[in-house]
């Protein structure tokens, strides 16, 4: 038992040792939401350009997982599409770690039907009576419609995994912090979830707008009887698209150095047009020319 | 009393070094398995243990359908729902894997001769070493269109088709297990049931299989434990959906699965962090019993 405490002590001893190495050259450890994650290869991409001694390593898996991070002290900027919640917050600082958080960034959460689906509009009561626990609604025929080549009327729910930050969203903004019925299919990345209901046609999904394709439809959403809303960057940066939200990273305490070289650029008219050109809303007007 | 040979046996020459050490060697070898397994039982007993004791509810645990452990006011950690997905699936596996396994396992043991019974056989341990991440690829690029095709279902990824791949993946161990089974049969059973004028299939029916029983009902077992165990396949061709199944044709979510999808993206420590790693010890406890329950089983033969 001792020999292997020993052998174990070792080799997190070397991990350590070359993760250390690893530090000292100018590498940004950057990761987390898959929603942010093509915006933040982009950024990553481009700021080469910009200062060619700092590489900056973008990895996706999640919100969760780039906030776990965070938590764990592993990162330099986490990504995430949803706010941290208190409790990781005070975890992460009983960890001697101190997030702040940036808005870099706004996305519209478009549904996804298949395209054959008829349905052009849905309100936010509709897509909660489907979402949420015990729903009314579990047949396209309780929304007065049938979808062709559905052939039990059965409405395939397509949701996200639990720690995700879009479903975190989702929960918050449609279900009023309500639970997600049972049954619902998890998918583990936003275009899993594009994919499924592209192929489904009984399926109903929700993701960030930048990873809708040409096989899926997208319905406009009204909330609270107003107007009916197509998702798009337009309407996620004037806020009249009733399901957008902020995107953000956070970094370990102020950022300095080269982390707040690196974060003054993602905000500068320059970076701010990458993540519009990503199809995302940037936070403020900026001219990009096209 | 010691005489001549024996002090010169004994003797520390460069024979005697290499002897002492290829000893010490093989000893760490042997010894370090048991203490790796005690090692990871007491690692996941680590990380899961304060949260047994102090947060969960076992009542709740075992007999909740509902698991939303990253919910910020009201977590939920009922596993019934995957505890039921998994048994499903592994069920559904064992009904299409022991037909095929031990068929295929007789086959090659009692009839197949020369060149036909080495190319099955390696052909079977090829099969067995396809990675479980491209039998999940052929659960969703293949069977899912397939399924929705053949059934007329909504949705094609589900106990069906996670069964009908976990059944493929158990069947190449379970065959070579049962027929190394059917082989430790000695041959003059065959040839006294011959010898009374039994017919082929009735020395086998009568005779062989009954003289196997324990080695074939270990392969079983074994087949079980990998389904349960059985994590990247299963994630991909279940549809990941927290749900009691009603039919094959529904969607469920494995105990492994659920571990592989959530693990990476806890803090070290929450809450959830901890109800994953609980489920972990029940994974380990379930598999080591039926491992247990195979290995004395397979033991019972060489005893009767």
Redesign the interface.
């Known amino acids: ?1 001792k ?2 405490i020993l052998f174990l002590t070792a080799i997190s001893a070397s991990l350590l040792a070359t993760h250390g190495f690893a530090q000292s050259r100018d590498t940004i450890q950057n990761k987390g939401s898959d929603t942010l994650v093509n915006v933040a290869q982009a950024w990553a991409e481009e700021y080469q350009k910009v200062n060619e001694n700092v590489a900056v390593a973008v990895s996706g ?2 919100s ?2 780039g ?2 991070a965070m ?2 002290g592993t990162v330099d900027i986490a990504n995430a599409s949803r706010k941290m ?1 208190e ?2 917050i005070k ?1 992460a600082q009983d960890k001697g770690q101190n997030p702040i958080e940036h808005i870099v960034g706004f996305d519209a959460l478009a549904i996804f039907l298949h395209k054959d689906n008829p349905i052009k509009s849905m309100t936010i009561e509709q897509l909660r009576e489907i979402y949420i ?1 015990d729903g009314k609604s579990e047949k396209w025929t309780d929304l007065g419609e049938s979808v062709p080549g ?3 009327d ?1 409405i ?1 729910v397509v949701s996200r ?3 995700s930050g879009t ?2 969203y989702f929960k918050q903004a449609v279900l009023d ?1 309500g ?2 019925r ?7 990345g936003s275009k899993d979830v594009v994919e ?1 209901v592209e ?5 109903i999904g929700y993701s960030g707008l930048a990873y809708a394709t040409d096989h899926v439809a997208m319905p406009c959403v009204t909330s609270d009887g107003g107007e009916c809303v197509q998702p798009s960057v337009e309407t996620a940066s004037d806020g009249s698209y009733p399901i957008a939200r902020p995107l953000m990273m956070y970094t370990n305490g102020e950022p300095e150095g080269e982390i707040k070289n690196y974060m003054d650029w993602v905000l500068s008219d320059e970076g701010q047009c990458i993540i519009f050109n990503k199809g995302y809303a940037p936070v403020r007007d900026v001219n990009c020319g096209t | 009393m010691m005489n001549k040979t024996d002090i010169e046996f004994d003797k520390r020459t460069l024979d005697w070094y290499i002897d002492k050490s290829v000893q010490v060697i093989v000893f760490i070898g042997g010894i370090s398995a048991i203490i790796f397994i005690i090692g990871i039982f007491v690692f996941i007993t680590k990380e899961g243990f304060g949260f047994i004791v102090n947060t969960l509810d076992i009542g709740e645990f075992f007999t909740s359908e509902y698991w939303s452990p990253s919910d910020e006011d009201d977590p939920e950690y009922g596993i019934l729902a995957l505890i039921l997905g998994t048994a499903s699936v592994t069920g559904l596996a064992m009904i299409i894997a022991i037909p095929f396994s031990l068929g295929a396992a007789v086959y090659i043991a009692e009839f197949a001769t020369g060149k036909t019974r080495e190319a099955l056989k390696v052909l079977v341990e090829l099969l067995a070493a396809i990675p479980s991440v491209v039998w999940g690829f052929i659960g969703l690029t293949i069977m899912n269109p397939l399924i929705i095709e053949l059934f007329d279902v909504p949705v094609g990824l589900n106990v069906l088709n996670a069964g009908v791949i976990l059944g493929l993946m158990a069947a190449p161990i379970m065959t070579s297990i049962a027929e190394d089974a059917l082989k430790a049969v000695p041959d003059r059973y065959r040839e006294a049931a011959e010898a009374m004028g039994a017919t082929r299939w009735q020395v086998i029916y009568k005779t062989v299989l009954p003289a196997a029983k324990n080695g074939l009902l270990g392969a079983i077992l074994l087949g079980v434990g990998r389904g349960f165990g059985e994590t990247m396949a299963v994630l991909m061709a279940t549809g990941h959906s927290v749900n009691i199944p009603g039919s094959v044709f529904d969607s469920v979510r494995a105990l492994t699965a659920t571990i592989a999808a959530e693990l990476g993206e806890t803090a070290v420590g929450s809450d959830h962090y901890q109800v994953l790693f609980t489920i972990g010890i029940f994974l380990f406890i379930i598999t080591f019993l039926i491992n247990l329950a195979a290995d004395l089983i397979v033991r019972g033969i060489r005893k009767g």
């Open positions: 038992m020999k292997n898996g999640g969760g997982t906030i776990a938590i764990n919640k409790k990781e975890l626990r559905c052939k039990n059965e395939v995994q639990n720690n479903y975190a912090k639970k997600f049972s049954g619902t299919l998890d998918m583990h499924l192929k489904t046609p009984c399926a």
